[in-house]
């Protein structure tokens, strides 16, 4: 099918998503962005009342707000994991992709990094987080895991951030060539005076290189940071020496879900089948195999050393997982991340875009349920039945969970009706094949 | 050069003779120790060399299976040596049947209250689940590379013994070939599949369960990135020695040896990583029961030292080296290198292992008795690659047709 794309093809196909849009397209934003202000009127009430409007109660402190949090970072990572760990490994496939994902990355850390703020009581207050000189004696606990996050998701947006404005400069340029008015004006600030000189394209490709060098082991660490939120501690079911390495997987895990479910609407939408093709959404697929894979040798190596430890609150950790109060929910994460990824294996399936499509939203799901599963059941019943108690989540943090999904839709409908959504750049550098800049 | 001879007929002969010697001086010395002095330290160090030279074959056949299985195309002769690792695969099935013999020495919860853990920790059981693990690895790695030589020789014809008597049976019986490609593929899925479950398997049973009552969760993971780690030093350090000999037609491109330098660069960062993520987390947890087995080897005196030799040997060098892109392409550099890691991790494994059999010692009790035990299994595992390109002489011919290209076809 690439074969027969010519340079030409790709502008065209790229710049005609960027005509103006139909009264459909203005109707989606607004119905998005209605959620996100219903979003943020949870939050403002939750801000007026207190935080106890939420679920979140002994001894359960971490609700569905740290659950989001953890779920919106996971997804970020594919976007790395394509954009720059499939760049080294020189996968063409990744290319008609990287942008979309790189995008979902961005909004998606953006999203997530809401949630500590809105799980504050007292939000504006949240500078006491940054290490200022002060009269108060306070000054942050830099040995705190939280601590650790708050620098690694700050330099995981701006990494990210710079990563995707850096690949995205050569099509601003095209852009700006074709534009006319106000557009080409604002097109030309945005495209840095990119003249396409040899030079320009030189430090690009070594700069493009270095980025996805440097986040590549960023993307790690980040999750592992997020991870050790929970594994530095002692609960059991969160100290575990796998969680790191769980983590990653389980974020590409839920990230890659999430890149199908945005590109099978954009391709279909955007007549994008030339170059998002269908052994792309393939490859997808193989790797959201792997990723499952992944997941299910921790969650099997999680049970195997509860029950090996002979630890009786390790154990007990993990009967109740399965079988208590929460066990339905622990079934339908292993279903899904687990079970439901395999169908993949057969060519039928994730050649079948529909059945595709039905899968990555149950992946997402899963990978929901597994922070759920994680976050709340460990400390629902920990070391003491005495202090064991059950949480659900209020209409409030509903409402709010509700707005981030409505968030992250909103932003990314907006850029790919006002940015080029596929990478022109490295679509034609697919025409060439092996050509591909990653030295 | 050792290596230099290993096409060559007239010579080839001393270098297996050299191999076996080494082999024998190596289980000499064993019998040796064993029988008169001090069967505890012989047999320990038989443990110790049995894990690190099955890791290195084990992870080099990886090489292979991984790059068939992601249809990477660059791999192409690195992929032929890889698979010659395989060869040992039928020793160290006999070399864990042997381990049986010692089983007084290497399992020190034998004599042991396991409070329960006997259901999982009991010599049959163990040594019955690791043996089918084992078997299974194994024979899927046989099996995957039985596929492979048959479009390799197809391609390029057998010019040794063993590869003519293949050669004509496929004659006789000739083959679906688009049926071979595909279940050379599932085969190739299946040695992933069991290099994960039966590495973290032995880790657990041969490594961890040394401490009866410690775990960590991710320590099979850990063993088998390990074994990755070490199998690609060795199939750098193999082709690399190979290319440099002008005994024979092999050659790897230069991007070749850059590409194999960067998949080994990033396995360094990958062992440090999953060694940090157990580390820091029961440092920090700070459990009694988790973190003795941490401070111990990490922290407390004589191990701390080691501890540091390896850290620095196995992840800080060659991180610094090996992030000039230069180094990657220069074969010497990388043969020096690669065995640098490869002496680490053999050490790292010392160091896993020691303190459960030498509790309180003064000093790390690391001598000739470890040393001649390694000596000889690498003569068998030297021996048994010389023998399989005895065999299949013709992957070491200048290279013919791409492989990938023939199955395609």
Known sequence: ?439 | MATQALTNQENQLPLMKIFYALAAAGALVFIAVAAAGNPARAWQAYLLNFLFFSAIAQGAVLFSALMHTVKARWSGPLSDVAESFAAFFPVSLVLFIILFLGRQYVFPWLHEDLHGKEVWLNLPFLFGRDLVGLCLLYGFGLAFLYHRLYFSLKARGAAGPFGRRLLAHWDQHPLDEARLAGRMTVFGILYLLAFALVLSLVGYDLVMATDPHWYSTLFGAYTFVKAVYIGFGALIVLSSLLHLSDKNGYRVEENQFHDVGKLFFAFCLVWADFFYAQFVVIWYGNIPEETAYIIERTMAAPWNVLAWIIFVGCFIAPFLILINRRIKTMPKAMVVICLAVMTGIWLEHFLLLGPSFHHHAHHIPLGWVEAAVAVGFFGLLAAAVTGYFRQFPELLQDKKADRLKVEGA
């Open chain 1, 1 to 439: 099918m690439e074969q027969t794309l010519t340079y030409r093809k790709i502008d065209d196909t790229v710049l005609d998503t960027l005509t103006p849009p139909q009264r459909s397209y203005w109707a989606l934003v607004a119905l998005l962005f209605a959620g996100v202000l219903m979003g943020a009127g949870c939050w403002i009430y939750q801000i007026l009342v207190g935080i106890g409007v939420g679920g979140q109660n002994n001894p359960v402190h971490w609700g569905t707000y740290l659950i989001n949090f953890v779920f919106w970072v996971g997804i970020a990572h594919s976007g790395t994991l394509i954009s720059a760990i499939l760049h080294l490994f020189r996968a063409g496939w990744r290319n008609p992709i990287a942008r979309a994902a790189e995008t979902m990355t961005v909004f998606a850390v953006c999203t997530a990094g809401l949630f500590p703020f809105i799980h504050l009581g007292r939000v504006w207050l949240v500078f006491y987080m940054l290490p200022i000189p002060n009269q108060r004696t306070l000054w942050p606990n830099f040995q705190s895991p939280l601590m650790f996050d708050v620098v690694a998701i700050s330099t995981y947006l701006t990494v990210s951030s710079l990563f995707w404005y850096t690949g995205m400069l050569p099509d601003l340029a095209i852009i700006r060539d074709r534009a006319v008015g106000v557009r080409r004006k604002i097109f030309t600030v945005l495209a840095l005076g990119w003249t396409g000189e040899f030079e320009i394209w030189r430090h690009y490709t070594r700069g493009y290189l270095f980025f996805a060098a440097l986040a590549t082991p960023l993307v790690i660490s980040v999750h592992s940071v997020v991870s050790w939120d929970f594994a530095l501690s002692v609960v059991p079911g969160w100290h575990t020496t796998i969680f790191a390495p769980y983590f990653v997987a389980g974020a590409i895990h839920s990230g890659l879900a999430m890149v199908v479910t945005l590109m099978i609407p954009l391709r279909l939408i955007f007549k994008y089948e030339a170059i998002i093709t269908d052994r792309v959404l393939e490859s997808v697929a193989k790797t959201i195999v792997f990723t499952g894979l992944i997941v299910a040798f921790a969650y099997a190596t999680e049970i195997f050393m509860a029950w090996y430890s002979r630890n009786p609150v390790e154990m007990e950790t993990f009967r109740w997982r399965a079988l208590g109060d929460y066990a339905l929910e622990y079934w339908i994460m292993v279903t899904c991340n687990t079970i439901i990824p395999l169908f993949l294996l057969f060519k039928k399936v994730r050649t079948n875009i529909r059945v595709l499509f039905v899968i990555s939203l149950l992946v997402n799901v899963g990978m929901w349920y597994e922070r759920f599963v994680i976050i709340i059941g460990s400390v629902a019943h920990d070391f003491l039945p005495h202090a064991w108690g059950l949480y659900s989540p209020s209409l409030i943090e509903f409402g709010i969970m509700i707005g981030s999904f409505c968030l992250f839709f909103f932003l990314f409908v907006l850029f790919v009706k006002h940015m080029p959504s596929v990478s022109m750049t490295e679509m034609k550098e697919t025409l060439h094949e092996g050509a591909s800049h990653a030295g």
